[in-house]
């Protein structure tokens, strides 16, 4: 729904400024001397406002694709370390925990460590997990669907 009183007040203020703006143009032009010309004293603000907006914008971007760099490290990290402490790969440490020899070190470690090993996996997992979704957050194609 429009909202007539805002519209109006809009409008009406709008049209105040640029009857502000007549007068205080016309102002300035009186009290300068003669062969004076009065757009010599007109500012290029507008054009450096966009410049420096679009150089903020950019600067915004680059720190931005380096938080995004910086997360996905984590990310890989995080993926390559859950790798090596709990995988069906032979080498975890879950898994020749489970493959011990007996009366080996390993073998003793297995009882008390593997229910820690599980959750500390499952707790980075879900860690991982919710760096996933916050990269997908970042229109990264790659993670889109994630």
């Known amino acids: 729904m429009i909202n007539l009183y805002a519209t109006r007040f809009k409008k009406i203020l ?25 757009t010599a004293f ?3 603000a ?3 406002m966009d410049a ?6 950019d600067i915004l971007s680059k720190r931005n694709q380096q938080i ?11 993926d390559q370390f859950l ?3 709990n995988s069906e790969e032979p080498n975890s440490i ?4 489970a493959n011990a020899e007996p009366d080996t070190v390993f073998d003793k470690m ?12 499952s707790d980075l997992a879900a860690l991982h997990q919710g760096f996933l979704g916050f990269m997908a957050q970042t229109k990264n194609a790659k993670y889109k669907y994630v």
């Open 46 to 48: 507008g054009n450096d």
């Open 94 to 97: 879950q898994s020749r925990l």
């Open 52 to 57: 420096t907006q679009s150089e903020l914008a």
């Open 14 to 38: 709008l049209e105040a400024d640029e009857d502000e703006l007549g007068l205080e143009r016309d102002a300035m032009e009186a009290s300068l001397d003669d062969g004076t010309d009065p």
């Open 42 to 44: 007109d500012s290029s």
């Open 83 to 85: 790798k090596v402490l």
């Open 110 to 121: 297995k009882q008390s460590q593997q229910t820690k090993i599980s959750r500390v996996a």
């Open 68 to 78: 995004v760099g910086e997360l996905q490290t984590w990310i890989d990290s995080i």
